[in-house]
């Protein structure tokens, strides 16, 4: 079992750490509000502890689970502490009106966040394409969440697939990191199938195998 850091104390922090809890890992949460941070570890029991935002993180596994617009700043804010440090980029740079990216023309948001990030740190791309709360629910019809992978290091890959694993989850891996791109595409896929077809959140995107 590992110890997981999570930056961020929102919903998407939650769904992960609980899922960690019960897998049986060490899970720290690191918030900008320490005590938002305090709650969500009081929650979560299981030996869940806080560490400063801004401070070394415990884990070798880092989830950035902040909103695109702040994780560049936070990456930043962060700096050495993070260096050599496997970080999970989980955001989703999409436009609150879903007209369009916040990114560069020519970039995406998990290249941003390797650009501010320490040269040594590893990153991958996972969870973005999973609800919070759909995520917390656990499977569907028996079958595990499919949670997209992307990344360039096939040892930093390994060892995200297998935390994804250790929590009932599915990995899939996409590719190099420039299938991040698609995978923040694919949330906007999503955020299209709930206005327009679904009309709710409650609703998962996967990879369906025959047989
Ligand atoms: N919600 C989903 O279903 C979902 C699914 C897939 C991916 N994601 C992605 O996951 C990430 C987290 O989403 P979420 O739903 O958990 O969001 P959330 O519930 O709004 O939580 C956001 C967290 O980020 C913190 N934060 C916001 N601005 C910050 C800043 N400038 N500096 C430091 N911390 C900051 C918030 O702190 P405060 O509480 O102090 O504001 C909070 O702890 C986002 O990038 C989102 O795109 C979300």
């Not at 929102?10 to 809890?21: D, F, K, P, Q, T």
């Not at 005590?35 to 009081?42: I, M, V, Y």
Request: hydrophobic share 50%; net charge negative.
């Amino acid at each position: 079992m590992s110890t997981i850091s999570i930056i961020g104390s929102g919903g998407m922090a939650a769904a992960i750490a609980s899922l960690s809890v019960k897998a049986g890992h060490t899970v720290e949460v690191m918030a900008r509000d320490g005590a938002k941070a305090r709650t969500l570890a009081d929650e979560l029991g299981a030996g869940a502890t806080t560490r400063a935002f801004g401070a070394a993180p415990a884990g070798d596994i880092v989830i950035l689970a902040v909103p695109y617009s702040a994780v560049l700043n936070v990456v930043r804010q962060h700096g050495e502490v993070l260096a050599g440090k496997l970080l999970v980029d989980i955001t989703n740079p999409i436009r609150s009106d879903f007209s369009g990216f916040l990114t560069p023309e020519d970039s995406f948001g998990t290249q941003e966040i390797a650009k501010v990030a320490p040269a040594d740190a590893d990153i991958v791309k996972a969870f973005n394409t999973q609800n919070a709360s759909v995520l917390a629910a656990g499977p569907i019809e028996g079958h595990p969440l499919d949670v997209f992978i992307a990344g360039d290091d096939a040892q930093a890959k390994a060892r995200v697939s297998a935390f994804i694993e250790s929590l009932g989850l599915r990995p899939m891996d996409v590719g190099k990191l420039f299938m991040a791109r698609t995978l923040e595409h694919a949330c906007m896929l999503w955020l299209g199938l709930m206005t327009h077809s679904v009309k709710h959140g409650n609703f998962s995107i996967g990879v369906s195998l025959p047989g």
